[in-house]
Every structure is written in structure tokens, then in C-alpha cells.
């Protein structure tokens, strides 16, 4: 098969799928099947990769942690990474290299959370209990005396989905070509679906990659542009796998510009690859070191401010019926939401979401992260700072896969794999290549330097 692109400016595709028809609900704050008026998001698939399931349409460090050490992780709230001008525009400053256990951390914390939320995916109700029975069951039994304690007590790994194989379709790309590269980049994408097609794909993102799997495909973006009779897919495809980017590129313009690039591959609406560029930008900050809690938030909103003030984004969100700047406001709300002293989880899903929409599931991924640095007495407090985002996630039901694998690298990134437990890991399948990969995206970023 042939791919070529058009080389106007370098643009590239992106994932989940735009919805179509079944979509015209809107938000059950219990629920999942959240609604935008209108085309954009795809139907995804529920039940564990490789069964057929139902169909859902709806709205997915440093070597040594910060301040205050697991013991006190309270005090994560302090030192986050500084990210450069607030207006959003110019380069960054030179800055400390992240560590190895930073991307490690990042591409263990998207797998967990991927692997573990799909088990729950599509419930509008996850009960705390059953969620924590389940973890539990993941560690192994006491070592007997003289013996070694076993990494998982699974028999069998817990599979990953849709999310981790475009993840890793991303990462191998970046690998291979040393820089984005949007031809082969939509070239694995279709070619991981025809290999594995039951990860519970959307059905509209596999209508991209049957058009990208044919000889007459001569620019790789076109498919996803005609989705949904011109406007493009809004979900959250292009945000679930986007983590690679940042773990390529350490200039934050580079950042946006490819984690757009590579969304629009499968969601050409703005609403849609605008959460891949939020996404990026989380993931981007946390690997960084220097700022407080409340400043990783106000760069997002400084930053995502100036990304959808384009003529594009304004259009879309109006066509859409929402508002202007709406990823910029849902962060403004996730401010106000870090005020208080306590949000239920009914509030979290009215204004930030669970769905499969981009502008339903980004900010609720960050919301989880941020939340999740102070101790939560619903979360037993032997579970750590990365953990508990990845509960936190999976307890809103939902695309909890997906927010939980957003949330898992943003947290990933910014704790490193210190505060990945081993029987976690060794659930998920492919943990070992994950690691492997991370290594390989490392000396990389550090060539580019």
C-alpha cells in the first residue's frame, strides 16, 4: 500500500472517533452516556478487549519524588515544572533534564491505567469497594520465610486496549523515524488495527483506517477531515495516545504543534484535537520541576487560552453549541473545584465529564491528578499518590480506560516510576516492552536537546 501526504503545512491524524447519530443526549451526571449535540465521537466498544461488548456512544521524575517523599505526599502539591511564558507563546528557557524515571513513570502510569480502568469501562456507577476488592486481588500472597514474594498474583495479564496499541503505534513512529513523521505514523495505525482489531476500537476511527489501508490513500489526513460530513471527530483519541509527544519534544511549541499534528490523523474538530493538545501540555509540565500545583494550572490556562483563540476553535465550539474557550473554562473550574474542601463526585461528572468526548474526559483527567496529590479518606492511605489518581479515575465510571490511562501518564510523569507498585505493573500485559520503550524515548529526548 502506498501513503503519502499533501505537504501543505506538515499535519498529522488522530484516534478516537468522532459520534454520530446515537449522540444527541446530554450530560446524566450519574451516567455515562453523556451527549453533544451533533457529529463528533465515536462508538466505542464495551467489555474486555477482544469480545464484541455493547456499543456506547457518549461523550479517554525525577529519580527521587517531591518534597515531602512518599510519606508526605501532601506535599506534592509544591514543585511541578516550570513551563515557560505564560502568554503561551515564544520558547522555553533552558531547563533541567527530566530523569529516566520520569518516562518510565509516564508510559507505566498510561498502561495501569488503561489495563486496570478497562476491566470497569462503560459502568455509570463503580462502587469504591468492589474497585478496591479487586486491587487487592492483584497483590501476591506473603512471601514464606526464605522465599520471594511474587510480582502479581494474576495468573493472567490484564489485556490493554484501543489506548495503549495507538500509544505505542505513536512511540514506535518517533522511535523509528526520530521525529514526527505523519505518513508512518498513520501507516501504524492502521496497520496495529488490521493486526489487532478486537482492543475495542471505536467504529468511526475504523472507517479512518480502512480509508488509510487502501492504495488510493494519497493524503493521510483526508479520512479523518470527512468524518462526519466534513466536521471532523471530537473524542478522545487523539488525547489517549498523545503522551509520546511530549516525551519526544521538550519545546513546548513543538509539543503543540505535533500533539495537534498527530490527533488530526483521526479527529479533525478542533474540540477534539485541542484535548490532545492539553493532554500533551499536562504531560509536558509534570515532567518538569519548579512550580505549585495552582501555576501547573494556570499555565494550562494560559497556554490552552491562546490555542483556542484560532478562527477554527471559535467555529467549532459555536457549531457545537458550547461556548467559546471551553477547555480554558472547564480548567477554570477544576480551579475552583481545588478550593474546596471537598467536590462530590456528581459535581466532578456535571461539569467535567466521564465521557468519550475530548472536552468530557481531558479535564477530568487533570482534575484526577491534581485532586489525587492530597490524601483522599475514601482512598486507603496505603496507596500512593499515583495510585490513587488511577481509583480516582476508575470511580467515575465512565471511558474510565481512558481518563484513567490521560490521568496515569500525567501522574506517571510527574511521581516516575517510584510510585509504580510491581504487582500492578506485572498485571498488565506488555509491561516489560513498555519499559523497553520508555528507555529507547529517553535517549531520544535527550539527543534533541
Not at 502479581?152 to 522511535?175: H, I
Not at 488525547?239 to 511530549?246: C, K, Q, S, Y
Not at 459555536?318 to 474546596?340: N, T, V
Amino acid at each position: 500500500m502506498m501513503f503519502t501526504a499533501s505537504r501543505a503545512p506538515r499535519r498529522f491524524i488522530n484516534n478516537k472517533g468522532p459520534v454520530p447519530s446515537c449522540l444527541p443526549r446530554r450530560l446524566n451526571p450519574a451516567g455515562f452516556q453523556e451527549g453533544f449535540k451533533g457529529a463528533g465521537l465515536c462508538c466505542r466498544r464495551l467489555g474486555p478487549p477482544g469480545r464484541q461488548g455493547a456499543a456506547l456512544c457518549a461523550e479517554p521524575l525525577r529519580p527521587t519524588l517531591p518534597p515531602g517523599g512518599p510519606g508526605e505526599e501532601g506535599a506534592a502539591r509544591g514543585k511541578m515544572a516550570a513551563a515557560g511564558p505564560a502568554s503561551g507563546a515564544g520558547r522555553l528557557p533552558a531547563r533541567p533534564r527530566p530523569g529516566l524515571a520520569r518516562f518510565r513513570g509516564c508510559l507505566a502510569g498510561a498502561l495501569l491505567g488503561d489495563c486496570l480502568g478497562a476491566v470497569f469501562e462503560g459502568r455509570s456507577v463503580v462502587k469504591l469497594p468492589e474497585l478496591l476488592s479487586f486491587l487487592k486481588g492483584l497483590e501476591p500472597a506473603p512471601p514464606e520465610e526464605g522465599g520471594e514474594a511474587a510480582g502479581s498474583a494474576r495468573g493472567e495479564s490484564l489485556p490493554y486496549t484501543d489506548d495503549t496499541a495507538m500509544s505505542r503505534s505513536v512511540v514506535q513512529s518517533l522511535l523509528a523515524k526520530q521525529e514526527f513523521d505523519e505518513v508512518d505514523m498513520a501507516k501504524r495505525f492502521a496497520e496495529e488495527y488490521k493486526k489487532e482489531p478486537n482492543r475495542g476500537y471505536g467504529m468511526a476511527v475504523v472507517n479512518v483506517f480502512k480509508k488509510l489501508l487502501s492504495p488510493k490513500c494519497s493524503d493521510v489526513f483526508e479520512p479523518a477531515r470527512a468524518q462526519f460530513n466534513g466536521k471532523g471527530s471530537y473524542g478522545n483519541g487523539g488525547a489517549m495516545r498523545v503522551a509520546g509527544i511530549p516525551l519526544v519534544y521538550s519545546d513546548i511549541q513543538d509539543v503543540k504543534k505535533f500533539a495537534k499534528l498527530s490527533a488530526e490523523l483521526t479527529h479533525a474538530n478542533s474540540l477534539g484535537y485541542n484535548g490532545a493538545i492539553l493532554q500533551a501540555l499536562a504531560v509536558h509540565l509534570a515532567l518538569q520541576e519548579g512550580l505549585s500545583r495552582e501555576t501547573f494550572l494556570e499555565q494550562l490556562i494560559s497556554h490552552m487560552e491562546h490555542v483556542e483563540a484560532d478562527d477554527k476553535s471559535l467555529s467549532d465550539a459555536r457549531a457545537l453549541g458550547f461556548e467559546d474557550l471551553p477547555f480554558s473554562r472547564r480548567l477554570k473550574k477544576i480551579k475552583e473545584f481545588l478550593e474546596l474542601s471537598s467536590v462530590p463526585k456528581a459535581d466532578v461528572l456535571f461539569e467535567l465529564g466521564n465521557g468519550i468526548a475530548a472536552l468530557r474526559s481531558v479535564p477530568t483527567a487533570i482534575y484526577s491528578f491534581l485532586r489525587c496529590m492530597d490524601a483522599d479518606p475514601d482512598i486507603p492511605e496505603h496507596y500512593n499518590a499515583l495510585q490513587r489518581t488511577i481509583i480516582y479515575c476508575i470511580s467515575l465510571g465512565g471511558d474510565t480506560d481512558t481518563i484513567a490511562t490521560m490521568a496515569g501518564a500525567i501522574a506517571g510523569a510527574y511521581y516516575g516510576e517510584e510510585q509504580v507498585p510491581p504487582s500492578w505493573e506485572q498485571s498488565c500485559e506488555a509491561f516489560q516492552e513498555t519499559q523497553r520503550m520508555a528507555k529507547s524515548l529517553y535517549e531520544l529526548y535527550c539527543q534533541r536537546l
